[in-house]
């Protein structure tokens, strides 16, 4: 079974553009969850999505909004990019909310210039 | 509000030495679930082992052991015999029962092992 897959893997994008990250989940999983990483804060969790609906966020700034497709695939947006949120952007995929583990992707490493 | 510390942020060991990583979390609620993630230079974190509050045995892995022990509010990772293999960040996480997916994380011990 594949795992879960991120796209684009690198980015590079300059203060004040907008930017959109993908990210797949493992066949039959129906939540999925963002996370920022970064060395000075760590691992933050971002949103959930579950049935095409944000269950849970995170103390983010409204420029960080996300959605979830009906065949579960999920996207998360960043608008007016800020030099700090250059980060490693996880995405984890579960069966449903609440039970189990999650499953992590490979990451989106964007850059802020 | 849930907290997960490792006071370890770096370790080094010689390969074949046994090794500990320390975890404390925090939290008032009666039902959460602990993890274990390993992530190696590559970025992608790797899930190890989750344990539920009300199970408080201990679980060895081939290498790999974990002592949960609630009255410390500790959920410590033991890796036997360490291989340079092993080298990587390890994480601690929380979650509890309504909050859905949502994992809060501990900063990460990086562990380097050397031939």
């Known amino acids: 079974k594949a795992g879960v897959t991120q796209t684009p893997r690198y980015l590079i994008k300059t203060r004040g553009q907008q930017v959109t990250l993908s990210c797949s989940p493992i066949s039959g999983h129906r939540s999925v969850s963002w996370y920022q990483q970064t060395p000075g804060q760590g691992l933050q969790f971002l949103f959930e999505y579950f049935s095409e609906t944000q269950r849970n966020k995170g103390n983010f700034p409204g420029r960080f909004s996300g959605r979830q497709f009906s065949n579960s695939r999920s996207e998360m947006n960043v608008s007016t990019l800020e030099l700090g949120d250059s980060a490693l952007y996880l995405c984890a995929s579960s069966i449903v909310p609440q039970v189990y583990e999650q499953y992590f992707g490979p990451g989106t490493r964007l850059t802020v210039t | 509000a849930q907290k997960v510390t490792q006071a370890q942020t770096e370790i080094s060991v010689v390969e074949k030495e046994d090794v500990t990583l320390d975890c404390v979390y925090e939290?008032?609620?009666?039902?959460?679930?602990l993890f274990w993630y390993k992530q190696p230079p590559s970025g992608e974190l790797v899930f190890l082992i989750r344990?539920?509050?009300?199970?408080?045995q201990n679980e060895i892995s081939g290498r790999y052991s974990w002592n949960f022990q609630k009255s410390t509010s500790s959920f410590n990772f033991t890796i036997t015999a360490s291989q340079v293999v092993d080298s990587a960040v390890y994480f601690c996480?929380?979650?509890?029962?309504?909050?859905?997916?949502?994992?809060?994380f501990g900063e990460g011990t990086q562990l380097t092992v050397n031939p």
């Open positions: 939290t008032r609620d009666t039902t959460y679930y």
């Open positions: 344990r539920n509050s009300f199970d408080e």
């Open positions: 996480a929380l979650r509890i029962e309504t909050s859905g997916s949502r994992l809060t």
